[in-house]
């Protein structure tokens, strides 16, 4: 059996990444955090393309309930290990810096960057003992090109590109790649509110992007076709920032 784990697998690009790696053979781990029905139908999607999965909650952002959860899994896994990581889950909460409250700061940079490190640091050890990995981090066109409203966001996700380039740096010799993803519009519960019909004219390809698209991008990045790229950033963003 070789294992996935997808965190932020219940909605979303998460779930389009879980049913594509299901669909390469993968048995996947989809992390969700409070809703367990999006993440049983992420399961039946993953049944219905054939693949296998199950479930495991946890908040990426809180480090004590991600180790344990993690533990839990390998304890009852002996001699087996997850070989590629999505690290997915993310939120925003916009604001402009001028009334921006602290915890619109630090909610937003402690899924995304202390939740990069919560996961990754466990499932690194077996990937590199095995000499085989694939580290896939969801950041975003926003930490590339910086977005009014979201300094919160963009800092975190540029950090996101930071760390990637530093780890794949420290275990490129182990055989684990470690890459980002920087989606821009992507069609998702996260894009609800905006105002689809002025910024689809900023897009050069005139449309938002689906979830289908990046888990593509995803499966290609997790196959061991994918070996000699590592430590990059790839956009898949219609155009929108180049
Ligand atoms: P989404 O539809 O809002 O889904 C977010 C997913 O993350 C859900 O599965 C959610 O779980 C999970 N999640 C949130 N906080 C979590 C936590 N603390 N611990 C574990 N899981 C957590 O978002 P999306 O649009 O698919 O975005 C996925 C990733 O792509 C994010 O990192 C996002 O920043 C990035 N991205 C998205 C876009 C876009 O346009 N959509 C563009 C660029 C980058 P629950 O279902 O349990 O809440």
Aim: aromatic share 8%; proline share 2%; glycine share 12%.
């Amino acid at each position: 059996m070789k294992y996935a784990l997808v965190t932020g697998g219940s909605r979303g690009i998460g779930r389009a990444v879980c049913v594509k790696l299901a669909s390469m053979g993968y048995h996947v781990l989809v992390n969700y955090v409070s809703n367990e029905t999006e993440a049983d139908n992420t399961l039946t999607m993953i049944a219905e393309a054939g693949g296998t999965g199950e479930k495991i909650r946890f908040d990426v952002g809180n480090a004590d309930e991600t180790l344990a959860a993690v533990e839990a899994w390998q304890e009852a896994h002996e001699g087996e290990y997850i070989e590629v990581l999505v690290n997915n889950a993310g939120i925003r909460k916009d604001n402009l810096m001028l009334w921006m409250e602290s915890d619109e700061w630090f909610k937003v940079l402690n899924v995304t960057l202390n939740g990069f490190y919560n996961v990754t640091r466990p499932l690194l050890k077996p990937m590199l003992v095995k000499k085989f990995g694939r580290i896939i981090n969801m950041a975003s066109v926003s930490g590339l090109m910086g977005m009014q409203g979201q300094c919160n966001y963009s800092a975190a996700k540029g950090g996101i590109v930071a760390a990637t380039k530093a780890l794949a740096k420290e275990v490129g010799a182990k055989g684990v790649t470690v890459n980002a993803i920087a989606p821009g519009f992507i069609q998702t519960d996260m894009v609800e509110g905006l105002d689809e019909a002025e910024l689809k004219k900023t897009i050069p390809v005139k449309r938002f992007g689906k979830p289908e698209e990046v888990a593509a991008l995803v499966g290609f990045l997790a196959s061991k076709e994918a070996g000699y790229i590592t430590g990059d950033v790839i956009s898949i963003n219609g155009g929108l920032y180049t």
